[in-house]
């Protein structure tokens, strides 16, 4: 009977290992940068998306946000380590909020390049995950 269970304990195990090191075993070197940089983009139904950055460090030297997928390019750069920015958004869009990525490229005396990018979201829904990247 043992033996029986032992290739898919075996292969339980193999694939346990094999997921913990692909997610990097919760020690990922992002975890650090998610406690610390922080991005909302809030859609408001009076027709704008608020956007607001926080630096808990406070060693950003400097943020260009841009909004992607729009008919005329937003783009933005900001020095410090906050903001809160209003853009008009007069319609949530047809197609869904995925369709108007925020994408911010960080530049901090720490960290060095960091980009970020999340999604808008309705007041009073939840924030969407923010996906982080260094270079």
Known sequence: ?????????????????????????????KDILRQTLQVDAVYYDTGHVE?????????????????LGMDESFQKTFSGSEFI??????????????????????????FGHVQMKTEIHPLGEPAPNVIYSRS
């Open 51 to 67: 956007i607001s950055y926080f630096d808990k460090s406070g060693k950003t030297d400097s943020v260009v946000m841009e909004i």
């Open 85 to 110: 920015e209003i853009v008009p958004f007069p319609n949530p869009p047809k197609y869904g909020w995925p369709i108007h990525p925020i994408v911010l490229e960080v530049v901090h005396s720490e």
């Open 1 to 29: 009977m043992a033996r029986k269970l032992g290739a898919p304990i075996a292969l339980g195990i193999i694939t346990i290992l094999a997921l913990v090191f692909i997610t990097g075993g919760g020690t990922d070197d």
